[in-house]
């Protein structure tokens, strides 16, 4: 059976204060034309389906018109709540989607019962965790010791009715120890959320979102497929993709990735202002990428946004690397400042700031400066 593994849709985020809505309408697209094309037989969504626990009309209307074009397709699909989701208006309506083939995991109460489905190879069980958390589980077992994350999975896990002669599938939404980590992802400090990938040794596949690279951790068959789109620009080197599990007999599993181009991809340039904005310099890319552009002009650039945003219109974030901000100095005082004259002070501070001395037309400019307010307070 050939499923398709998502995850992290994050519908209705912002990234840098731009709309993304546009941008997963249009992977969304594609998303449903990889299913066409590679015959998926289903597909899991494991967790993060929106980006805010209450999410906007516009995102619910986005997620509304894909999940119907899912259910057009008549193949079963799983999807369960993440950290971003809430879980009871994720779970709304859950009885009635299974009727379109569309299962939701219900809010945590104990026990997770799989939804079996059958293919040449005989019975695949899959089970869907949502995202819980410590005081969720030790709710519903208070007998038990629930101290950490590790401790609530594991006893959520060991209350699943497993048959081990069959294919088991786990579809969940956790921190697994060793998953390297992406900027656009809630950390959490000191790793109190992590998890051990031990948990998931009784499962031949465990389909994992809340991670945004694409990656495996300890074995091939314990998987974050990442998000469909780059969220954050340490993502940019990130090839997003749909990734495709063709599950067979128990045991045989093989993984294909199917890259995805995006509307706007995410790009990082530097260069001068000159460099930058000379038409030789972005001639081999999209101009209306998302861009975070770095300029390495000694001066900051007046009105640097507007400006290139007339060439890129669509950055997110302008940087400066040059002396003053590779060697920032801490300013914590001016001593002796009632020796020195107003002038010398302002070029201490100058300096300080930018690790270079004021020109001479900046020393002119401010003596002329100093004169002006001297004479504005007689």
């Not at 994050?10 to 990889?34: A, C, P, R, T």
């Not at 959520?156 to 088991?168: S, T, V, Y």
Request: glycine letters at 6%; a negative charge; aromatic letters at 10%.
């Amino acid at each position: 059976m050939k499923f398709l593994h998502l995850s992290d849709l994050h519908i209705g985020k912002k990234v840098n204060e731009f709309s993304m809505l546009e941008d997963q309408e249009y992977i969304l697209e594609q998303i449903l034309f990889v299913i066409d094309k590679h015959s998926v037989e289903a597909v899991w969504i494991a967790g993060d389906i929106y980006d805010k626990p209450v999410p906007s009309a516009e995102a619910v209307s986005v997620f509304d018109d894909f999940l119907t074009k899912l259910a057009n397709k008549n193949i079963p699909v799983f999807m369960i709540s993440g950290n971003h989701d809430s879980p009871e208006r994720i779970a709304f309506g859950a009885r009635l989607f299974r009727s379109s083939n569309i299962y939701v995991s219900p809010v945590f109460t104990g026990q997770v019962e799989p939804v079996i489905l059958q293919d040449m190879y005989g019975e695949l069980a899959v089970y869907m965790l949502p995202f819980v958390k410590p005081a969720t589980v030790r709710h519903t077992y208070p007998e038990m010791v629930i101290e950490s994350y590790h401790d609530a999975v594991k006893t959520a896990i060991e209350h699943m009715k497993l048959d081990m002669g069959r294919r088991n599938v786990l579809v969940a939404h956790q921190f697994v120890t060793g998953a390297l980590r992406c900027e656009s992802e809630d950390i959490s400090v000191g790793g109190v959320d992590n998890i051990e990938v031990t948990l998931f040794d009784s499962f031949d596949y465990v389909a994992l979102g809340h991670i945004h690279g694409p990656q495996h951790i300890g074995c091939e068959t314990v998987r974050y497929c990442g998000t469909p789109l780059k969220y954050s620009f340490s993502e940019t080197k990130h090839q997003k993709g749909a990734l495709l599990v063709n599950m067979q007999e128990k045991g045989n599993i093989t993984f294909e990735t199917i890259p995805f181009v995006p509307k706007h991809d995410m790009r990082e340039i530097k260069g001068t202002y000159m460099e930058v904005t000379a038409k030789e310099f972005y001639k081999d890319f999209p101009v209306d990428d998302y861009m975070h552009i770095t300029l390495t002009d000694e001066e900051d650039i007046p009105e640097a946004i507007g400006k290139l945003s007339a060439i890129y219109p669509n950055i997110m974030r302008l940087d400066y690397d040059n002396k003053r901000t590779r060697t920032r100095q801490t300013i914590d005082h001016l001593p002796k400042m009632k020796e020195k004259t107003p002038l010398q002070l302002l070029e201490e501070f100058y300096v300080l700031q930018n690790n270079q001395p004021m020109k001479e037309e900046q020393v002119t400019y401010a003596l002329r400066l100093f004169e002006t307010l001297q004479g504005a307070e007689r």
